[in-house]
């Protein structure tokens, strides 16, 4: 048609290649078929230096798809949709591999030599010298800010970026050779979170970055690469690549080292050890108090590193792969020092990160001067780390105990007939043969057994929650909800991730009702608007702001402090 007619000239495999990224991240982040047909021909028509245009970039990018879908690869259903945490009353239809065998003959096809989007850089990218790149624009951003961006006024922005893309990385082998070990062994005892996901959308979704990390690192091994890094329309900077990158997952970060080492100096092992006790999880404790917990395991830890498919409590660390990437350079270090070296003088290439305190809250709080919550995200000096989603936790749970004790005696004992009777009857639809008769009158039977016990369920609501005594699983129950509170989440979204984060966490949490998530959402968006004064007051103010402006047809613009990076809301 008008809009691709143009593709007749292109080379047709060089478009599938520079696809097959963008559909991979697309199935993994569960996109509807227009998002990822949008986003693909917006890519396309960049890549050929054409215009923007939102209907000619969703036929370019449905003409792309059509290939995947008709090889067998892709499918795509009509289901229920949310976008940006809210529920949508329309349906839409999803994607999802179909066939997980052409999925990775695809992948073993693939040469990273090749103009592949998305895919680590065999060299550094060229140096950005103004809003147009030659592989590419800013992420989302519209003309009209493009042409306000320029070195002159925008020194940091380039300067920061092309010293990003400068930065060349290589491949952790002995993670990604443990890592691989994993992807093949059996569900029991394994680090892998998809290994234990019970819900199949979910499941095939961490499958995919999983599977995706590992072939991108298998490609990569043995040499140098580097990432293009671009940013948003608000000026926060993220890499070109996909899901191998040190923004990405626990998998990813574990398996990148700086391909040009450092000697660690007299500072280098003290910062270490804070890093392994940050990836094991003792990150709420003083910096000295770090050093100590890692200096009395000292020799646990070289243990693991010496025989991981054995001694494999690195499993319990908050960051599996990224605490055992930890005791592999600790091992190599020690090593280094019974040679007879200096310690000072050993090189290492491992990256040592070091996390922000909830800077969204943390932002909000210094804007509105709440000294309150300030000790809480380390805005005033402490020996001890504040902890925001601890105390987020603790007024959550004095709200399920009040409403614990409001509940009736004759439903209180009723709890573990609903996690029961909810078991019994969604295995029975699980093993039913899919789109079988029996399928369908399980599936009735489900919802029936729901509606008819929706208002016991309701009741039971506080609790189940408050079966939940241990103070570190409250505090993971509430950690994604608090941190994306400060981004606009809203209740049911919140909801959402209750519900998907939490029941990998151990077996009683992964029998939880989606109606208890759900109703704990709403009290988590309260707790977070009405117990944290000063950015909740702040994220309302923000709102009336927002509503003025769209009264007035008018988007919000601004000028970043420090960087002077313009903003425009549109």
Not at 272 to 299: M, P, Q
Not at 511 to 516: A, D, F, G, I, Y
Request: net charge neutral; with cysteine.
């Amino acid at each position: 048609n008008q809009y691709t007619h143009f593709l007749k000239e292109e080379d047709a495999r060089k478009i599938i290649l520079f696809s097959f990224a963008h559909v991979v991240k697309g199935v993994e982040r569960k996109a509807t078929l227009v998002d990822l047909a949008v986003t693909l021909g917006r890519r396309v028509r960049q890549k050929l230096r054409l215009s923007r245009n939102s209907i000619a970039a969703c036929q370019v990018g449905w003409f792309v798809l059509i290939s995947f879908f008709e090889v067998g690869l892709l499918q795509y259903e009509l289901s229920k949709t949310e976008r940006k945490g809210k529920r949508s009353k329309y349906m839409a239809y999803s994607i999802s591999v179909k066939n997980r065998k052409l999925l990775f003959d695809l992948w073993e096809e693939l040469n990273t030599e090749e103009d592949i989007d998305l895919f680590p850089m065999n060299e550094p990218p060229a140096p950005w010298t103004s809003a147009l790149h030659h592989l590419g624009y800013s992420k989302k951003s519209s003309p009209e800010v493009t042409k306000l961006i320029n070195k002159e006024e925008h020194q940091m922005v380039f300067d920061v970026l092309n010293k990003l893309g400068s930065t060349p990385w290589a491949i952790n082998e002995p993670i990604l050779k443990v890592l691989e070990y994993y992807i093949e062994a059996p569900e029991e005892n394994n680090p892998l979170k998809y290994k234990q996901e019970k819900d199949k959308e979910k499941k095939e979704s961490l499958f995919i970055e999983v599977a995706s990390i590992q072939r991108l690192a298998r490609k990569n091994a043995n040499k140098v690469f580097y990432h293009l890094y671009n940013t948003d329309f608000r000026g926060r900077l993220y890499p070109n690549t996909a899901f191998l990158h040190e923004q990405s997952s626990d998998n990813a970060k574990s398996l990148l080292l700086f391909a040009r080492g450092v000697p660690i100096g007299e500072e280098g092992f003290y910062w270490l050890l804070v890093h392994g006790s940050n990836t094991y999880g003792n990150d709420k404790v003083s910096l000295d108090d770090r050093v100590e917990f890692c200096l009395a395991n000292y020799s646990t830890f070289l243990s693991l590193a010496e025989d991981p498919y054995v001694n494999t409590d690195w499993m319990k660390a908050d960051k599996p792969f990224s605490f055992l990437a930890f005791c592999f350079e600790l091992k190599l270090l020690q090593d280094w020092v019974d040679s007879g070296k200096a310690q000072e003088e050993f090189v290492s290439s491992l990256p040592l990160f070091i996390d922000g305190s909830n800077n969204g809250s943390q932002h909000l709080t210094a804007m509105s001067k709440d000294e309150e919550l300030a000790p809480y995200v380390n805005l005033v000096p402490s020996e001890v780390p504040g902890d925001l989603y601890a105390l987020v936790a603790e007024k959550v749970w004095a709200r399920l105990e009040e409403l614990e004790m409001r509940v009736p005696s004759i439903v209180y004992g009723q709890l573990d007939y609903v996690l029961d009777e909810a078991e019994r009857l969604q295995k029975e639809y699980d093993d039913a043969p899919a789109g079988s008769e029996r399928k369908a009158l399980a599936y009735t039977s489900v919802q029936t057994w729901r509606n008819n016990n929706r208002a016991l369920r309701e009741a039971l609501y506080p609790v189940y929650w408050n079966r939940i005594k241990d103070l570190k699983v409250r505090r993971k129950i509430t950690k994604r909800p608090t941190m994306t509170s400060a981004y606009g989440a809203v209740p049911y979204g919140m909801g959402q991730q209750v519900f998907e984060d939490t029941r990998p966490i151990n077996e009683y949490l992964g029998r939880q009702e989606k109606l208890w998530a759900s109703m704990l959402g709403r009290e988590l968006h309260a707790a977070c608007y009405e117990d944290l004064k000063g950015p909740g007051g702040l994220l309302k103010l923000f709102e009336k702001v927002a509503d003025i402006y769209n009264e007035k047809h008018e988007y919000m613009a601004w000028k970043s402090p420090v960087t002077n990076f313009p903003v425009v809301q549109n």
